[in-house]
């Protein structure tokens, strides 16, 4: 597949838990590119989805704090009642009003993430039960990176699939399974190669 890739973003609402544990939970433990999680949740949710997520998986699953720095073999996942912006090497909170009325917005988080990053962008939306997701997924196409869409007939919620595939004819969709297998053959960006071969040097 052409291309390197810097950033995975992922969204998803109505029946995430489960999408999202299967997802990560079958990327492989070299996985280095960063993998940033947007869960529509209630604004009174603790942080049970990391501990939950990193059952699943040998890559380090955390919750995101305001300006994190973005480091690979990472999962972040967005807390609630904020929004997650994407910035060149670091994430962001914001309380700025809900949009579609969700806070964190997938939206937002895909918009900043191609704005950052471009072409080397991956955006991924699973089940879910509104629309929220499908522009941020159509800027990520529009500026060249990959976009990927759970297959509306698996999705406990088809309709955030089913938006996203409508406003990015152009995207892949597929199985979870099958996401998670495409994952896996991306190559990480100069950047993410970097920082991994410096985080290797010190150890």
């Given at each position: 597949m052409p291309g390197r890739y810097e950033i995975v973003v992922v969204g998803t609402?109505?029946?995430?838990?489960?999408?999202?544990?299967?997802?990560?939970?079958?990327?492989?433990?070299?996985?280095?590119?960063?993998?940033?999680?947007v869960q529509h949740r209630h604004r009174d949710s603790d942080t049970v989805l990391a501990r939950l997520l990193q059952e699943c998986t040998a890559l380090r699953?955390?919750?995101?704090?305001?300006?994190?720095?973005?480091?690979?073999?990472?999962?972040?996942?967005?807390?609630?009642?904020?929004?997650?912006?994407?910035?060149?090497?670091?994430?962001?909170?914001?309380?700025?009003?809900?949009?579609?009325y969700s806070r964190p917005s997938i939206d937002v988080t895909f918009a900043s993430a191609s704005d950052s990053y471009g072409d080397a962008t991956v955006g991924v939306v699973l089940t879910g039960a509104n629309a929220d997701g499908a522009e941020g997924l159509r800027r990520?196409?529009?500026?060249?990176?990959?976009?990927?869409?759970?297959?509306?007939?698996?999705?406990?919620?088809?309709?955030?699939p089913m938006a996203a595939a409508a406003a990015v004819p152009t995207a892949r969709v597929?199985?979870?399974?099958?996401?998670?297998?495409?994952?896996?053959?991306?190559?990480?960006?100069?950047?993410?190669?970097?920082?991994?071969?410096?985080?290797?040097?010190?150890?």
């Open positions: 609402s109505w029946g995430g838990l489960k999408a999202l544990k299967t997802l990560v939970g079958a990327l492989p433990a070299d996985f280095v590119i960063p993998m940033v999680i699953v955390c919750e995101v704090e305001d300006g994190q720095p973005i480091v690979p073999g990472h999962v972040f996942v967005a807390p609630p009642d904020y929004h997650l912006l994407v910035d060149a090497g670091s994430l962001s909170l914001s309380t700025d009003a809900p949009v579609r990520v196409a529009a500026r060249g990176g990959l976009a990927y869409v759970q297959r509306p007939e698996e999705a406990v919620s088809p309709a955030m597929l199985d979870i399974a099958e996401i998670a297998s495409a994952m896996g053959t991306l190559r990480p960006g100069a950047l993410v190669a970097a920082a991994q071969a410096a985080a290797e040097e010190e150890e």
